[in-house]
T-cell receptor, first 106, second 119 residues
Framework: DIQMTQSPSTLSASVGDRVTITCRASQTFGIWVAWYQQKPGKAPKLLIYQASTLENGVPSRFSGSGSGTEFTLTISSLQPGDSATYYC?????????FGQGTNLEI | EVQLVESGGGLVQPGGSLRLSCAASGFTFASQAMNWVRQAPGKGLEPVSQILSGGATVYADSVRGRYTISRDNSRDTLYLQMNSLRVEDTGVYYCAKGRGGNDKLFDYWGQGTLITVSS
């Protein structure tokens, strides 16, 4: 299985800050990486796919980048509603593994 | 509007069985891959099983041989038959829709249904 190692596991920041979450893959597989946001008691929500493509309706302060084995999610100008857990996922092959999650506190 | 509504969760004893359902609407169900993803309490996301539009299935190693995924395209409904349940199967089970050719990219999720395996 492809392992996705996400860091940091927790992150504390302030409104208006810029934060970056990193995901490292155990092998290369192109850019088949997605990022999801999950708020407590809710289902995950797709934010970014194909490493850097923003899902429809997602604010432009969210962005993704990366290739090879290292991928990043950046949130510029944090808003209070961005408090959530963020997960990366490889969707190249099954099992389409997720990172362990990053709990972002604002 | 795409909607996915899971049902069938509950409390079950170790070794027991449950059948989950996921009612889909707002898209052409028969044409899309569908998935089950679970989340243990306070833990991350784990893909459990996938069924393609043509009926091919895959399973996580942790559930293979105990779980069976199926779909009824006439009812726009996805199922997960879970047998020989273990304590470690406890969690919220989500159904998730695959996106077109990227069938392991989950663009819509249900609200989840809680399975508790305990004596």
């Amino acid at each position: 299985d492809i392992q996705m190692t996400q860091s940091p596991s927790t992150l504390s920041a302030s409104v208006g800050d810029r934060v970056t979450i990193t995901c490292r893959a155990s092998q290369t597989f192109g850019i088949w990486v997605a990022w999801y946001q999950q708020k407590p008691g809710k289902a995950p929500k797709l934010l970014i796919y194909q490493a850097s493509t923003l899902e429809n309706g997602v604010p432009s302060r969210f962005s993704g980048s990366g290739s090879g084995t290292e991928f990043t999610l950046t949130i510029s100008s944090l808003q209070p509603g961005d408090s959530a857990t963020y997960y990366c996922q490889q969707y190249y092959t099954y099992p389409c593994t997720f990172g362990q999650g990053t709990n972002l506190e604002i | 509007e795409v909607q996915l509504v899971e049902s069938g969760g509950g409390l079950v004893q170790p070794g027991g069985s449950l059948r989950l359902s996921c009612a889909a609407s707002g898209f052409t169900f028969a044409s899309q891959a569908m998935n089950w993803v679970r989340q243990a309490p306070g833990k991350g996301l784990e893909p459990v099983s996938q069924i393609l539009s043509g009926g091919a299935t895959v399973y996580a190693d942790s559930v293979r041989g105990r779980y069976t995924i199926s779909r009824d395209n006439s009812r726009d409904t996805l199922y997960l038959q879970m047998n020989s349940l273990r304590v470690e199967d406890t969690g919220v089970y989500y159904c998730a829709k695959g996106r077109g050719g990227n069938d392991k990219l989950f663009d819509y999720w249900g609200q989840g249904t809680l399975i508790t395996v305990s004596s």
